[in-house]
């Protein structure tokens, strides 16, 4: 094993990559002494040597995710697997938890963990370009509209299915999906497929602000209940508008939220995260919390992912914002409205990806969770579960408190929950493999099988993604 420098604390020892060359090696996490630490993660590469980088700005916002001898990761997380061995195979928690599917390759190990959201891309093209798209989508409209076949659209989820019995989530993505053709179909397939629980419709917003047929279709799909957009949402603030998506759209996601409003669309909106609009997050928040329509706001910290071409930053040191930004941000700009008590990890996964608080809007205005439950108690009720609505907060044990007494007492609806979601994805700076093997938020690929998001779109010299083109 190659010494990496002993910096402070040692918290793990995982797999990383080397920013330079993206190959595999080997990572040390580690938190730096003093009142107000931070956990950085080195890595050392044979042929460039070392490097670090900071993934929690402060401690108290890291999870410790590294495999114990019974099966658990510690205190704050539910996962059953530990990380894989350095040959690719299952680690011996994850071994007893899986019994005979153990010994699969990474990109299969997918197929044995729980799958809480399924993404699917069934266009490749854009009416964007925006400067920071994961996907690194073409701009192509009209006749050069890349829109994949429905039917094999279909036949892949369908075989998802039939491995996995059921999907939570299942995510349409792009691209822009609001383009494809026979999107209308799609989803009056997977609203009639009792196998997937919900859906998710990514979009930048352009065709429901500009096709009013468009807007009323999706609204009849809308208000058959368990369907959801995802609109991207870069905040009120000037600065970064242009960086983030190539224009000022502003205006035209004022116009979305307005229509969605009127046709009783729910709406999660999907922030990017970068320096310019971090000290702006609370006015993203309250923008939401007017409309009934908004169940939240998904803030996800800007990811360099190698799959973008466009995209060389993937190779030098820039800050990453991580998810102790955000929660510091979010409750220092709230004025109190928001403590950091309201925020838990998601035990789903590995608990350093993806963390969740709540707010209620209630008729005495609008409530911390923190104020009614104590949040970071959950984690049993929490297991293999992304998504949660006020009947699920209500059946989680605490029909006698505070919280269930005013969910009863205000007939609260669904509505009244205001979910905010932080989403840091991984590029090579901030690679961790624990997260990559106990993920639970997947990809469907080109070829029906499942792969960790931040693998699929890392670009990384051995995955799928690179290795199809």
Request: charged share 30%; hydrophobic share 35%; net charge negative.
């Amino acid at each position: 094993m190659l010494e990496i420098p002993q910096l402070g604390e040692t918290l793990k020892e995982t797999r990383s990559r080397c920013p330079e060359c993206l190959k595999e090696c080997e990572g040390r996490v580690w938190k730096s002494e003093g009142e107000k630490s931070k956990v950085y993660l080195s890595r050392s590469c044979p042929e460039h040597g070392d490097t670090t980088v900071c993934i929690a700005s402060d401690a108290r916002f890291y999870w410790l995710s590294k495999g114990s001898d019974d099966g658990g990761c510690g205190v704050g997380c539910a996962c059953s697997a530990d990380p894989l061995g350095m040959d690719g195979t299952l680690g011996k928690n994850a071994l007893a938890a899986v019994g005979e599917d153990a010994g699969k390759q990474p990109e299969e190990v997918m197929e044995v963990l729980s799958t809480c959201l399924a993404l699917i891309e069934i266009v490749d093209s854009c009416n964007l370009s925006c400067p920071t798209c994961f996907a690194a989508s073409p701009v192509g409209v009209g006749a050069k509209l890349d829109a994949k076949p429905l039917e094999d659209i279909i036949m892949r989820v369908k075989g998802v299915l039939k491995r996995k019995g059921n999907i939570e989530i299942l995510q349409l993505s792009g691209g822009e999906p609001s383009l494809h053709p026979d999107l209308l179909e799609l989803l009056d397939w997977i609203d009639g497929e009792p196998r997937i629980d919900y859906c998710l419709l990514n979009t930048n917003g352009v065709m429901l602000a500009k096709d009013d047929n468009f807007l009323t279709e999706i609204g009849k799909r809308a208000r058959r209940g368990n369907f959801q957009l995802y609109l991207q949402f870069d905040g009120l603030q000037d600065a970064g508008q242009k960086e983030l998506r190539g224009a000022d759209l502003r205006k035209l996601k004022k116009e979305v939220m307005n229509r969605c409003e009127r046709e009783q669309i729910p709406v999660t909106l999907a922030t990017t995260v970068n320096e310019d609009n971090l000290s702006h997050l609370w006015e993203i928040v309250e923008f939401g919390l007017e409309y009934a329509v908004c169940r939240g706001v998904a803030m996800q910290p800007m990811f360099l992912s190698g799959r973008n071409p466009e995209n060389d930053d993937t190779r030098t040191p820039v800050r990453r914002l991580n998810t102790a930004d955000i929660i510091i941000g979010c409750v220092e700009q709230s004025d109190k409205m928001l403590r950091y008590e309201d925020f838990t990890p998601l035990p789903c996964g590995d608990p350093n990806c993806a963390t969740i608080g709540y707010l209620l809007r209630t008729p005495l205005g609008v409530k911390s969770i923190s104020e009614f439950i104590d949040f970071s108690q959950l984690q049993g009720f929490l297991r293999d579960k992304v998504r949660y609505e006020l009947s699920d907060l209500q059946s989680c044990g605490c029909e006698n408190t505070e919280l269930g007494e005013l969910l009863h007492q205000f007939e609260m609806k669904e509505e009244h929950a205001f979910r905010l979601f932080i989403k840091p994805f991984m590029d090579a700076w901030t690679w961790d493999q624990d997260r990559i093997d106990r993920c639970c938020t997947h990809v469907i690929r080109p070829d029906g099988k499942l792969d960790s998001f931040c693998r699929y779109y890392s670009g990384f010299p051995d995955t799928f993604s690179n290795l199809k083109s």
